[in-house]
Structure formats: C-alpha cells, structure tokens
C-alpha cells in the first residue's frame, strides 16, 4: 500500500525523499564525516490479528539493515499499549563500527499498523541528532491519526489509566515483594503481599485468592498499566475509570503497584510497596523443576556412558515377543522384545540401546527380569526360573540387527485403539520416516471420544490432536463448542539418525540426542522402535 503523503516538519537540516515499498525516508543533508543516521516510515501493511507488538516483530524479520552493515541479533520487542510498541536493535557497520536502530510501531484502529525506525551508526551520531530523530519519530502517531480520519478508519485508541496523586507511572517494572493493604474507604479488608518475577509472572502470597495465584503479567511500561489477576489487580477494559492497577514510583522514587476498584458505594483501594527481593524462584521455573525430577525418576538408572553397555559381540539377538490381553475395554495387543546374550541369560525389555545397558547391575537389582534361554529345534525357548529347566517358546520371532552406517529409506507406522465401558473409545498412531539422506521425523496423532450414540449420554466430546496442534469440540441438545490450538515447532521430531546394529541414535534439530534400541524384521521389512514393531504397510 503507498505511504499517505502529509507535510512533515522536518529539523534544520534534514530532507525527506521517498522509499521502496511506499516508504519513507528522512536524512541530514549534509552528516559530518563518518556519520550515518536515518529515519524511516514503512507503509501501512495488515496486522493479520496480531497484536501491535507481534505485527512489528513480525514486520522487521524481513528488515535490512543499513547500507554495508549487519544486524547483531534479533531485535527486542515490546507493547507499550494496546496501539504502540517500541523495540532495539544492534548493528555493526562494515568498518565495524557499532550502531543500533530504534523502532516505534503504532496502530489506531487495531488492524492496520505502520512502524518508524530510527538508525544511527555511533553513539555519538545519535547524541549529535537525539533532538532531529526524536521529533520525527513522534510525528508517526500524528501522521497515522490524521490518515485515519481523512479515511474514515476506525479508531480505537486505548485510554490510559487514571492519573495517581503522589505517583509517577510507567517505566521499567522492577521485580520484587510488594506489600500493602487493601482497604474500602478506610475500612481494612485484607492484607497483600504480591511476589512480581522477573520473568513475567507474579504469585500472590496473601490476599490474592486461590484463582489468581500465580499467573502471568501484562505490563505497559508507557503508561503504567499492569494487569496481574483479577478483581482488584485488574485493568478493565470496559471502564478502566473504575477498576484499573499500575506501576509507578511514589514521592521517593520508590517502586510502587497501586490498585483501585469503583463498587459505586464504596471504593476498594490498595498501595503496595517493594519490601525486598523475591524469595523463591517463578512458579513455572518450580513446576518445571518438579517434572525435570519426575523424568529423572522414571528414567531406566542402570546405564553406562554411550558405547560402554553391550557389545554386539556379545549379543545374540533381540527376540520379538506378543500377546493378547484380555481388559475392560476389550482385547489388546501387550508387545515386549528380549534381549539374548550369547552367555545364555535373556533380559526381559529392553528400556536403553543396548551400548548403554549396565548388564551387572541390572542383573544385581532386577533379577526378576533375568531368566536363560536355549535353542529347540529352530525356535527360541526360555526360563525366567533359576532353578527349573522348563523352557517354553514365546509368540514371536528374531529381529536382526543392521550394519553401521546403514541408511534406510522408508515410512513406518504403529497403530493402536481401544474401546471403554459406556461407549468411550481412544485411538493412537505413530509413524516413523527415515531417510536415505540421514534424516529422521517423527509423527504422532491420536484422538478420544465419549458419549453420544450408543451411550447414556446425549452430549458427545471428543478430541483429535497431532504434531500440528489439537481440535476438541462438543456437542448435546442446543450446543456446540470447539477449540484449536497450534503445536510448536517441530526441532524435537526432526533430524539426524545414525544406525548401529541394534541401536540407534537420533540428534534432533533442537539438540537433543536420544540413543534407543532399534531392530529389524526381516521377512516384511518392519523395525522395532520406541517400544513397538511398526509396520511399512
């Protein structure tokens, strides 16, 4: 779209000249030697419902830097309101000189959005034109408003919060224990002590409620606004005249969060100081903590460094064994693999690629998972009793090991589903895709359902996910609901596979390596992987 053309007031000294792609662009006449500093506009693009800060991140992926210089990292980018933000960027030009550029981006009606960059190539380039790029950077909201109304745009401007007598609002938050009182006129409600993170969240420690506590912040350092829960801590977008919170600095220049709520008979208001540091890590660096040392637990512990487990000289073959199953829901299909080793013992499963197996010690602390194993005729028979001589063969067959290096070329998949009383049912299906040229992906999908036709219910729920994100919906008499949400992406599930007898090392593209056992069957050409024999059908 073509940038609007207004008068622009421009500082002594500079001019204006038009850019590629309706841009544009203002400039000293004559800079000093050495100097380099440029303003720019872009035109005006869709903001594809993003808000204002994700439309300009996503605006400047694509944005080059200036002439001979190269772009030192991404940019930092955050909302100063619902219609402004505000980011930086480093760059350092091709005589290694260290700039950075300043970006404005502004929206008025919420589905349009323009940005203004600021480039400088020094630091005392941009002290010699702090006032020039600063006048013009604040002439982009003027520009975008007078726009608006000669094309009868929607505007739909964010108020800012209530002014607070004895404090000052906006600016960096600062993290910390905050503390006060929650009064109604001069009555004392309750007591607050509010914990903000240094991440983005905040906890309630007292007089926040159990729905509110923790969760993540919403801050607008222009203008103060902070939303941190409900009710009291809330910013209303309805009447933010009438229940709003912000950040500020007292008298003192004191950190402070101060919150008021209009009930029209009364008036809930509460000042809560910074008290001291944060005393305990965010909530969701806790929970994350907590599931790290629940994979810890359930991780196989009887394992050695990668390569120092089982040889494959000392391997005879990984048996696949199956067998039907009988549960409330129906039939199902249990699958397991032996691991036989040429000194005649057998272990059953397999957790870890066997060059990572702690043989003795796994010996040692699961002896029940030990037994021994012989050859009958052409079939494998085992013992899992040290002191009985009764083998018996299991339902299955050997699976071969592949040479080092081998690369395979093809699509494997496992499937599974099962049914539960009153008409509920799940489904699963993994697929395996390994390439000839090293690479490896890695796909799930699955999906549950319940009630409906068939059950005693006339509501029917049900949920179908995959690598791409999941879809639920529900159904009954005079509703319908959905819901969709989108995976993240997919550098867990791609990369680098290597092949050696019968393990397997996968380097994923988010850097993650796994070592597993890996198997092949020779007859249909199926391979045993993450715990089940997947078919190339």
Same mark, same amino acid.
């Given at each position: 779209?073509?940038?609007?053309?207004?008068?622009? =007031?421009?500082?002594?000294?500079?001019?204006?000249?038009?850019?590629?792609?309706?841009?544009?662009?203002?400039? !000293?006449?004559?800079?000093? $030697?050495?100097?380099?500093?440029?303003?720019?506009? /872009?035109? &005006?693009?869709?903001?594809?419902?993003?808000?204002?800060?994700?439309?300009?991140?996503?605006?400047?992926?694509?944005?080059?830097?200036?002439?001979?210089?190269?772009?030192?990292?991404?940019?930092?980018?955050?909302?100063?309101?619902?219609?402004? @933000?505000?980011? =930086?960027?480093?760059?350092?030009?091709? +005589?290694?000189?260290?700039?950075? +550029?300043?970006?404005?981006?502004?929206?008025?009606?919420?589905?349009?959005?323009?940005?203004?960059?600021?480039?400088?190539? /020094?630091?005392?380039?941009?002290?010699?034109? =702090?006032?020039?790029?600063?006048?013009?950077?604040?002439?982009?909201?003027?520009?975008?408003?007078?726009?608006?109304?000669?094309?009868?745009?929607?505007?739909?401007?964010?108020?800012?919060?209530?002014?607070?007598?004895?404090?000052?609002?906006?600016?960096?938050?600062?993290?910390?224990?905050?503390?006060?009182?929650?009064?109604?006129?001069?009555?004392?409600?309750?007591?607050?002590?509010?914990?903000?993170?240094?991440?983005?969240?905040?906890?309630?420690?007292?007089?926040?409620?159990?729905?509110?506590?923790?969760?993540?912040?919403?801050?607008?350092?222009? /203008?103060?606004?902070?939303?941190?829960?409900?009710?009291?801590?809330?910013?209303?977008?309805? &009447?933010?005249?009438?229940?709003?919170?912000?950040?500020?600095?007292?008298?003192?220049?004191? !950190?402070?969060?101060?919150?008021?709520?209009?009930?029209?008979?009364?008036?809930?208001?509460?000042?809560?100081?910074?008290?001291?540091?944060?005393?305990?890590?965010?909530?969701?660096?806790?929970?994350?903590?907590?599931?790290?040392?629940?994979?810890?637990? @359930?991780?196989?512990?009887?394992?050695?460094?990668?390569?120092?487990?089982?040889?494959?000289?000392?391997?005879?073959?990984?048996?696949?064994?199956?067998?039907?199953?009988?549960?409330?829901?129906?039939?199902?299909?249990?699958?397991?693999?032996?691991?036989?080793?040429?000194?005649?013992?057998?272990?059953?499963?397999?957790?870890?690629?066997?060059?990572?197996?702690?043989?003795?010690?796994?010996?040692?602390?699961? $002896?029940?998972?030990?037994?021994?194993?012989?050859?009958?005729?052409? #079939?494998?028979?085992?013992?899992?009793? #040290?002191?009985?001589?009764?083998?018996?063969?299991?339902?299955?067959?050997?699976?071969?090991?592949?040479?080092?290096?081998?690369?395979?070329?093809?699509?494997?998949?496992?499937?599974?589903?099962?049914?539960?009383?009153?008409?509920?049912?799940?489904?699963?299906?993994?697929?395996?895709?390994?390439?000839?040229?090293?690479?490896?992906?890695?796909? &799930?999908?699955?999906?549950?359902?319940?009630?409906? !036709?068939?059950?005693?219910?006339?509501?029917?729920?049900?949920?179908?996910?995959?690598?791409?994100?999941?879809?639920?919906?529900?159904?009954? !008499?005079?509703?319908?609901?959905?819901?969709?949400?989108?995976?993240?992406?997919?550098?867990?599930?791609?990369?680098?596979?290597?092949?050696?007898?019968?393990?397997?090392?996968? &380097?994923?593209? #988010?850097?993650?390596?796994?070592?597993?056992?890996?198997?092949?069957?020779?007859?249909?050409?199926?391979?045993?992987?993450?715990?089940?024999?997947?078919?190339?059908?």
């Amino acid at each position: 779209m073509a940038f609007a053309v207004h008068a622009q =007031t421009l500082p002594p000294g500079w001019q204006s000249r038009p850019g590629a792609e309706g841009r544009l662009v203002f400039s !000293p006449v004559q800079p000093g $030697p050495g100097e380099f500093t440029e303003v720019t506009f /872009s035109a &005006r693009s869709s903001m594809n419902g993003q808000s204002v800060d994700k439309w300009l991140a996503a605006a400047l992926i694509n944005d080059t830097p200036p002439p001979g210089g190269t772009w030192q990292g991404p940019p930092s980018i955050k909302a100063d309101t619902l219609n402004t @933000a505000q980011g =930086t960027r480093m760059y350092r030009d091709n +005589a290694g000189g260290q700039g950075f +550029a300043i970006y404005m981006a502004v929206s008025l009606d919420q589905s349009n959005a323009r940005y203004a960059r600021w480039v400088v190539n /020094s630091e005392a380039t941009g002290r010699r034109y =702090t006032e020039a790029g600063k006048s013009l950077m604040a002439q982009l909201p003027m520009l975008e408003k007078r726009g608006a109304n000669e094309e009868h745009r929607a505007v739909r401007v964010e108020p800012p919060p209530p002014g607070v007598k004895g404090m000052r609002a906006g600016g960096a938050i600062v993290a910390g224990r905050y503390e006060g009182d929650a009064m109604s006129g001069k009555t004392f409600m309750y007591h607050v002590v509010l914990l903000v993170h240094a991440n983005g969240e905040y906890e309630f420690v007292q007089g926040g409620g159990n729905a509110s506590n923790p969760g993540t912040y919403r801050y607008q350092p222009g /203008s103060g606004k902070l939303d941190v829960a409900v009710g009291l801590f809330y910013n209303s977008t309805y &009447r933010p005249d009438e229940n709003f919170c912000v950040f500020g600095r007292d008298a003192n220049g004191q !950190p402070v969060i101060y919150a008021e709520e209009d009930y029209g008979v009364s008036v809930h208001r509460a000042w809560l100081r910074r008290v001291g540091e944060v005393d305990r890590p965010p909530h969701t660096a806790v929970e994350a903590a907590r599931m790290a040392a629940d994979v810890e637990a @359930a991780r196989y512990q009887f394992v050695t460094e990668p390569g120092k487990g089982v040889p494959m000289s000392e391997i005879e073959t990984l048996y696949y064994a199956w067998s039907q199953v009988y549960t409330v829901g129906g039939m199902k299909m249990e699958e397991a693999v032996y691991l036989l080793l040429k000194d005649g013992t057998v272990r059953d499963g397999l957790p870890v690629a066997p060059t990572e197996l702690d043989v003795a010690t796994s010996r040692r602390r699961e $002896p029940l998972l030990w037994g021994r194993w012989r050859k009958q005729g052409g #079939d494998y028979v085992f013992t899992w009793d #040290d002191k009985s001589n009764h083998f018996e063969k299991a339902q299955g067959f050997a699976l071969v090991p592949a040479a080092k290096g081998t690369r395979l070329d093809g699509r494997w998949s496992t499937s599974a589903s099962f049914g539960f009383v009153g008409g509920a049912s799940s489904w699963s299906k993994t697929t395996l895709v390994l390439g000839k040229d090293g690479r490896f992906e890695k796909m &799930r999908a699955g999906g549950a359902a319940a009630g409906g !036709p068939g059950s005693s219910s006339d509501t029917m729920v049900s949920t179908v996910h995959d690598d791409k994100g999941a879809v639920s919906s529900g159904t009954g !008499p005079g509703f319908a609901v959905g819901s969709q949400r989108k995976a993240a992406d997919k550098g867990d599930r791609t990369g680098s596979y290597e092949i050696d007898g019968f393990n397997i090392t996968l &380097r994923h593209d #988010d850097g993650t390596v796994i070592r597993q056992p890996f198997a092949i069957e020779p007859k249909n050409r199926s391979v045993w992987f993450g715990g089940s024999l997947m078919s190339s059908k």
